[in-house]
């Protein structure tokens, strides 16, 4: 008789962007005239751009012709990429990262997700709270979280980092020991990054603990502010400590097109094991590598004509971001991030419940948003704002809400 993972049976109902879809469809079909305004998920909007679309053509007619044509390829990646990678997103910034320590992937989701093969099942994980779902989600499934408390809405051998408005989003070092370490900044939900100075202390940290730190730096591209490290390698001892995550979603609008990567260092050894040989040992059992097309538009992005035309989307976003922040905050509403990120975090008024400030949203200013309590229980009283919609649908609904 066959039985299934228990862990599974232990998730809370559904993943929370799931659930606000079904929310959204519901409203929808009992609404059909509203004009509904997404702002929920953080799904670019733009179009891929033309140097990508040109790469990717021709790399369709490239699998058209014998002499070009490309089968599996390398399961980490392309060198083509990987070499762009290194030399535009590391070395230029005078990061040392090889070619070797960088895995290109299907996007960052996959490889937080899958990041966890490698962890012993009792490793004691501590995320920041409010947090991306998808770090502890994908531990639990692996048996690393204990229970769900549904009360609570937390896990019981989760250890959460409150990181709120109080300590200036930047969660306080655990008085107990943690083994993994997630961290994200610019932060999905609050919008908020991280100094170098703060940085450096969970490096610290983690070398002092022999800890190792998750960091995912899907957002980094809309990183305006001085100080704030691009990557966690700025960060002196970091390529001891951290494995590093990075996405073309929202840099380069691959949210459909799918492409990430993901950095481990060869110094990064645990058990004396290097972790680098782990990953490789791990993505070439399970999976084929990201497909040729894809990677060369991923790669296009890297030539000056691409540079120059993903940072018109980028622009694009962040004048969104500073709508939404510029348009709440005057109209007394506390807005957190939304500067160096495309997501705003908006505290929800009289402190309502974010679900029920998140129903209202949705039902007299036809808007969807993201509640924050579905990003864990510090992110009750909340709710994410993305900046990935078009700009005047952007404007049309901070109108609607300061009106609401
Ligand atoms: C989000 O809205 O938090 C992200 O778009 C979801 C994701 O990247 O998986």
């Known amino acids: 008789m066959a039985h299934i993972n228990p862990n599974f049976k232990k998730l809370p109902g559904s993943y929370l962007f799931s659930e606000i879809a079904q929310r959204t469809e519901a409203y929808r079909t009992a609404h059909p005239e509203a004009r509904l305004i997404k702002m929920g998920i953080g799904d670019v909007t733009l ?68 990041i966890v093969d490698l962890l012993d099942i009792d490793n ?26 549904v009360e609570a809405g937390r896990w019981t051998r989760i250890h959460y980092m409150p990181t709120t408005a109080e300590n200036g989003f930047c969660p306080e070092l655990p008085e107990t020991p943690v083994d993994v370490i997630y961290l994200c900044s610019p932060n999905n939900p609050t919008g908020t990054v991280l100094s170098f100075e703060q940085l450096k202390r969970w490096v610290d940290y983690a070398n002092e603990h022999d800890a190792l730190i998750m960091f995912d730096a899907a957002y980094e591209r809309f990183i305006v502010e001085k100080d704030v490290p691009h990557s966690i390698y700025e960060v002196e001892g970091a390529k001891r400590c951290a494995i590093e995550f990075r996405s073309f979603s929202k ?138 919609g078009n700009a005047e649908d952007t404007a049309e609904a901070v109108r609607r809400i300061t009106q609401m």
């Open 47 to 114: 179009p891929l751009v033309p140097s990508v679309i040109e790469a990717m053509h021709e790399a369709v007619d490239d699998l058209s012709r014998a002499e070009s044509f490309h089968g599996y390829g390398p399961e980490q990646g392309y060198a083509f990429l990987r070499d762009a990678i290194v030399e535009h997103d590391f070395a230029a910034r005078g990061i040392d990262i090889a070619s070797d320590e960088v895995f290109v992937s299907d996007g960052a989701k996959s490889d937080c997700g899958n």
């Open 124 to 149: 004691v994980i501590a995320v920041c709270d409010p947090v991306y779902p998808v770090y502890v989600d994908s531990n639990a499934m692996a048996g690393r979280a204990g229970d769900y408390d």
């Open 251 to 388: 840099t380069a609008g691959f949210t459909g097109a799918r492409c990430g990567y993901t950095v481990v260092p060869k110094e990064l050894v645990r058990d004396g094991v290097s972790l680098r040989d782990l990953w490789n040992r791990r993505q070439c059992t399970k999976f084929n590598g990201a497909s040729y097309v894809i990677q060369r538009g991923a790669a296009a992005i890297y030539t000056p004509q691409g540079e120059r035309e993903i940072e018109q989307s980028l622009a694009y976003y962040r004048a969104n971001a500073e709508t939404i922040r510029t348009g709440l905050s005057e109209a007394g509403y506390q807005v957190y991030g939304a500067v160096s990120s495309p997501y705003a975090w908006v505290k929800t008024p009289d402190d309502m419940g974010s679900w029920d400030f998140f129903d209202q949203l949705l039902d007299r200013a036809n808007v969807i948003t993201t509640p924050g309590a579905g990003f864990g229980p510090s992110g009750e009283g909340y709710v994410r704002l993305t900046a990935f």
